[in-house]
Each structure stands twice: as C-alpha cells, then as structure tokens.
Nanobody
C-alpha cells in the first residue's frame, strides 16, 4: 500500500487548505483512511478518518465543524478540507491506511504516508 499526501503549505489564520491522500497498491474492499498530525516533541494526533466501505467519518473534537474528510466514487484520493485554520493546526499531516472498515485513532493503522507540512501563521 502506498499513500501520498499533498496540499500542505503556508496559510494565514482563518484560511483554508485541502489536503489529499492518494492511496494505491491494494485490492481491499473494506478499508479506511485516517488523517493524523504531529508537531515536534508531540505524539501523533488523530484528526479525522473515513471508512470507505461505510462512508462514515469520524472527527477529533478539536476540528469538528471546521474540517471535513471526504472521497469520491473512486475512493481515492481522500481529502481533508480544513477551514478556519488556527495557528495550533501547524503540523505535519499524515494519512494512514486501515486494513479494515473501522478507524479508531488509537490503533489499527497499517500503513502511513510520509506527510505534508501545514503551517498556519498568525
């Protein structure tokens, strides 16, 4: 499984970015994609995930109402639309592949992308 993130960059506080996670190299039908973020010295934090077979999203409370995870009929890429960004959202954002239909933030991630940097300025 290969995961490639894109769409990161520099944005002012209050602005928006859309991240993409392109997944390839698998034939699983039941799977999920999650978005995580990490800043230096901090643990990786779950942000949002989407069960592609259930089309059921899950969000961290800190981003609910501002971030939207979605995909299309082709199931790739998986997008993370981030609105009203805050400086504390500055991090490297990773997508993760779950080889099953559910995507808890705490466990179950089987593959990771290399990440894309998001910087939110004051």
């Amino acid at each position: 499984v290969q995961l490639v993130e894109s769409g990161g960059g520099l944005v002012q506080a209050g602005g928006s970015l859309r991240l993409s996670c392109a997944a390839s190299g698998f034939t699983f039908e039941d799977y999920a994609i999650g978005w995580f973020r990490q800043t230096p010295g901090q643990e990786r934090e779950g942000v949002a995930c989407l069960s592609l077979s259930e089309n059921t999203p899950l969000y961290a409370k800190s981003v609910q109402g501002r971030f939207t995870i979605s995909s299309n009929s082709a199931r790739t890429p998986v997008y993370l639309q981030m609105n009203n960004l805050k400086p504390e959202a500055t991090a490297v954002y990773y997508c993760a592949f779950y080889n099953h239909r559910w995507c808890p933030f705490e466990y179950g991630m089987d593959f990771w992308g290399k990440g894309t940097l998001v910087t939110v300025s004051d």
